[in-house]
């Protein structure tokens, strides 16, 4: 069994500050884990995927995130927000064998972040 | 763009109706996965095909089905509709049998009144 929980539904930033949204995960399995964006309106974009390999990922548009393991955390940031950046933000976890991720992917509930000028 | 297309954007239907939604995938991805987005559950998987087999179930009702054909697009049936499938349906696919990457399409929004 698998499952994400987002930490906040809602974080608010000023642009040029930084930006963390947490997400802790639990896992029968190794895990993978991903960070999506969904922007209004549109489907969802891979901002980064950890599977094993190194421990701080980095992702598109300036975003990274830090798996550890010990405190079951995959936390999303970013040293500087942009408007663009607003948006909703999906911790997601799957299964990991080999170091690819097999079956469904388990979605968080959500975490909208709004930048404000 | 991620490459995958879905058909209808929009749909408005009745309770107790039957539709169909379509997928197609980027070209050359075997994998289809349909996503149900709604504001009580959130964003649950429903199922996955890989070349044209079911591969993995989530939490998808019995009155929906899904089918992947020869030419690798993908359709999600919903029957018997009722107030609380209203959704947004999102497809996504991959090259193989990984969740690694998958890409989304732009999501069918289903009323159902």
């Known amino acids: 069994a698998q499952s994400v929980t987002q930490l906040d539904s809602h974080v608010s930033v000023s642009e040029g500050t930084p930006v963390l949204l947490r997400c802790n995960y639990s896992s029968s399995y190794s895990p993978s884990l991903f960070w999506y964006v969904q922007h209004p309106n549109k489907g969802l974009q891979l901002l980064l995927k950890y599977t094993s390999a190194a421990t701080l990922v980095k992702g598109i548009n300036g975003f990274e995130a830090e798996f550890k393991k010990s405190e079951t955390s995959f936390h999303l940031t970013k040293p500087s927000a942009h408007m663009s950046d607003a948006a909703e933000y999906f911790c997601?976890?799957?299964?990991?064998?080999?170091?690819?991720?097999?079956?469904?992917?388990?979605f968080g509930q959500g975490t909208i972040l709004t930048v404000h000028p | 763009d991620s490459g995958v297309t879905q058909t209808p954007k929009h749909l408005i239907t009745a309770t107790g109706q039957r539709v169909t939604l379509r997928c197609s995938p980027r070209s050359g991805d075997l994998s289809v996965y349909w996503y149900q987005q709604s504001l009580d559950q959130g964003l649950q998987f429903l199922i996955q095909?890989?070349?044209?087999?079911?591969?993995a179930k989530g939490n998808i009702l019995e009155r929906f089905s899904a089918q992947q054909f020869p030419d690798l697009h993908s359709e999600l049936n919903l029957s018997s509709l009722e107030l609380g499938d209203s959704a947004l349906y999102f497809c996504?696919?991959?090259?193989?049998?990984?969740?690694?990457?998958?890409?989304f399409g732009p999501g069918t929004r289903l009323t159902v009144l």
């Open positions: 997601v976890v799957a299964r990991n064998a080999g170091g690819t991720s097999y079956g469904k992917l388990t």
């Open positions: 996504a696919s991959s090259p193989r049998d990984r969740a690694d990457t998958q890409y």
């Open positions: 095909y890989y070349n044209g087999e079911e591969r």
